[in-house]
Nanobody
């Protein structure tokens, strides 16, 4: 099991931006497909947000055009750049690699 860790969450006003990071301690994520999911308050289901596999990316319709998934130059980490955030984006965000999950990072969008 990969020791995944997400970071970068926080409180932001509507229209603001955050950048989330996903890293695996002692491992590089260079060769792994990595996905971001989120779980909104009061829900049990984790919703797919974005995925990167090789050079290919995929997004849910709800974030397409606002969020961007990418790798750092060394391909050690994966980022989720989130722009034009709205209250519906409030959730705990998780990265997933091969079925392994991190602990998540809280994103709250509120004025």
């Amino acid at each position: 099991q990969l020791p995944l860790a997400e970071s970068g969450g926080g409180l932001v006003q509507p229209g603001g931006s955050l950048r989330l990071s996903c890293a695996a301690s002692g491992f590089t994520l260079k060769t792994y497909p990595v996905a971001w999911f989120r779980q909104a308050p009061g829900t049990e289901r984790r919703e797919f947000v974005a995925r990167i596999s090789g050079e290919n990316t995929d997004y849910s319709d709800s974030v397409k055009g606002r969020f961007t998934i990418s790798r750092d130059n060394a391909k050690v980490m994966v980022f989720l750049q989130m722009n034009n955030l709205n209250p519906e984006d409030t959730a705990v965000y998780y990265c997933n690699v091969g079925g392994d999950w991190g602990q998540g990072t809280q994103v709250t969008v509120s004025s």
